[in-house]
């Protein structure tokens, strides 16, 4: 297990900090003090006493942690090391994805640990026959780049894990799925984030493998028709976590401008003097690297 790649960033969020000065920070203090945080579940009867979180807010360290994990989080390839996982720790990151949002609560979603070298040489398998094709898609002056990348890491990681999705699951009428079908599948992916999230405070890398053939997936693992496969990944402990995402230190494509990709009160809608306070604030906003 390896510590991130060191990169150096300004502290996130030091504008919004700065104004905060020693005298008002006492102030703050002498307020908490005087005013203690209550209780929110202290006068609601025993049956409902659980209904709000008792410390629902999150501290400067907290927030900038889970930033952190955010920003960091990389699709790793190669860096894989052999080390198992605990079952401690895998257990921590399956519980996050398990309480990963869902349409209706439905909970569509179910994990499917492979450590089996045998089970994972035949994905590996038909990840080559789909990587030769993928590769007569792309133009010409891009195939030697992408045939020079790394994809994967289905043999390398120590297990596994292929998240899918039961659109059946609860019957087919569910709340917040009445009108937009595949919210669903949205729900399974949101699982996919809340794992890979954890999987990163956890120093553990994670590597989505999406160059496969569903039907050799469902045949190697034994996923019957009406599960759809979500997510393959790959997962372990790693050497280094890149400080770039990988395709874009290769000069695949560069990360677009936040600016570029907002639209306000309506599809390509232009910035009012709101919105450029918003444009303007993203510009001073730093990611959570170290």
């Known amino acids: 297990m390896s510590s991130p790649t060191q990169a150096q960033s300004a502290p996130a969020y030091a504008d919004a900090r700065a104004h905060l000065s020693h005298d008002s920070h ?37 927030r900038d942690a889970v930033y952190r994990a955010i920003h960091t989080r990389r699709d790793v390839r190669g860096e894989f090391l052999p080390d198992p996982v605990p079952d401690e720790v895998l257990a921590r990151v399956l519980t996050a994805a398990h309480h990963a949002p869902s349409v209706g609560f439905m909970q569509p979603w179910d994990f499917i640990v492979v450590r089996a070298r045998e089970v994972r040489a035949k994905i590996h398998a038909d990840f080559l026959a789909a990587h030769a094709e993928a590769e007569q898609m792309f133009d010409e002056d ?12 289905i043999l390398e990681s120590p297990l596994n894990l292929c998240i899918t999705c ?12 009445t009108h937009i079908g595949a919210m669903d599948v949205y729900s399974a992916v949101c699982a996919v984030q809340n794992l890979w999230l954890a999987a990163r405070a956890e120093n553990l890398g994670v590597g989505w493998v999406s160059i496969l053939h569903p039907p050799a997936l469902r ?38 401008p936040l600016p ?3 639209h306000f009160d309506g599809w390509q809608g232009a910035a009012d003097e709101a919105g450029a306070r918003l444009v303007n604030a993203i510009g001073r906003a730093q990611p959570v690297v170290r």
Request: proline residues 10%; contains cysteine; hydrophobic residues 35%.
């Open 26 to 62: 006492s102030h703050l203090q002498r307020d908490a003090q005087a005013h203690p945080p209550t209780d929110p579940n202290a006068d609601l009867p025993p049956e409902t006493s659980t209904r709000f979180q008792a410390d629902p807010e999150f501290g400067f360290a907290e």
């Open 260 to 262: 570029e990709l907002l």
């Open 219 to 256: 045949a190697a693992l034994g996923i019957p028709q009406e599960i759809i496969p979500i997510a393959y990944l790959c997962i372990g402990y790693v050497r280094d976590f890149h400080a770039r995402p990988e395709l874009e230190a290769a000069g695949w494509l560069k990360r677009m």
């Open 142 to 153: 891009k195939r030697a780049t992408y045939r020079n990348l790394k994809l994967e890491g």
């Open 166 to 177: 039961d659109r059946s699951r609860h019957g087919p009428v569910v709340i917040g799925r």
